[in-house]
């Protein structure tokens, strides 16, 4: 029987979820997907690369052969067979990477999660890029933690910088390969003096590589996982590689960790779907990735060209950007007077959006700071986006 009129509850939110805050990038994506606006804020793949029939087969495979174990509960650290193949695709990057060390998570925004959840406490001090993943500083903030921001350049983590302040830190969470939101990459010297400098400190090196395949010229360069796998998290992800709906992503993690985390794992949803890991592992297990990753790379290469060649010729001189080697996003610095929040609210109007930089930064924000994505939007629309961009911006200098 339904209750008359009963009184309306005073929520009483728990100290960390009053830190929640709904992502920037989220309720940018609300306005933007009305089909008259050229979006370049998604932080989404392009859905031209989802391989829709090789999962649909997959999915037929897995639940024709092993249907019954696809759709019962199953381990906490994931589909062994999963965890074996991505140990020993990490393992040819020189370093021996055991199937023990990787624990299967929903989507690697759940690993940062966990890490947090392991790792920090309220008030401990944890290191970040400037900017970085606004994802990420969203998944340590529940935590309570007291971000610092570490000086960057053009490549990315300054080591020593790191050095200077690190002590005490509970972790460093790095981005090394086409940052988001920045595009830029971490050369190897400076790969190595990081692993180098966050060792002799004592202090975990969170490596999330979501990109790292999807490098546009070149092999990517080594990861620091393989440069000290006893004090680097390595954080991968199908989402960029394959697609983002099965919401699949691992860590890859020290021994003593790797356990401290399974039970983290457990706690929050005892194991991610068995059934998707298993059609991936149907997927990935003879190599497709080998010709499917190369096909990503040419879109997301082509793309970003037509982006570079229009910012060139439609943003003022004032203005600069990256020039990224793979990934998705080129990160726009504006001239100081220019707030790109502000001017976001033009560009709606004007039916183009991106995404703000002040978001990424988890201190001192650079308001003059914007990230473009490329990969979702047809070439002829990257043009005429970037040059109504243009023209509100050079309306202002
Ligand atoms: C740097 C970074 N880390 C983690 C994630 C989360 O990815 P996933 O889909 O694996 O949860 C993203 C998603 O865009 C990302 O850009």
Redesign the pocket.
Known sequence: MKMENPAPIQWQFAQRAQQLESSAIRDILKVTVRPEVISFAG?LPSPATFPVERMRAAYDAVLSKQGKVALQYGPSDGYAPLREWIADSLSAGGAKIVPAQVLMVS????G?DLLGKVLVDEGSKVLVETPS?L??LQAFSVYRPQFVSVATDGHGLLPEQVAAIGQGARLLYA?PNFQ?PTGRTLPLERRAALVETCARLGLPLIE?D?YGALSYRSEPLPKMLTMNPGGVIH?G?F?KVLT?GI?L?YLVAPLPLAAKLEQAKQAADLHTAQLTQMVVHEVVKDGFLDTHIPTIRKLYADQCQVMLDALAEFFPASASWTKPEGGMFIWVTLPSHIDSMKLLDEAIADHVAFVPGAPFYANAPERNTLRLSFVTVPPEKIREGVARLGKLIRAKI
């Open positions: 932080g989507g690697s925004q759940q940062l993943y994802g990420a981005l988001n999330d979501p954080m992800s989402s983002p919401r992503g």
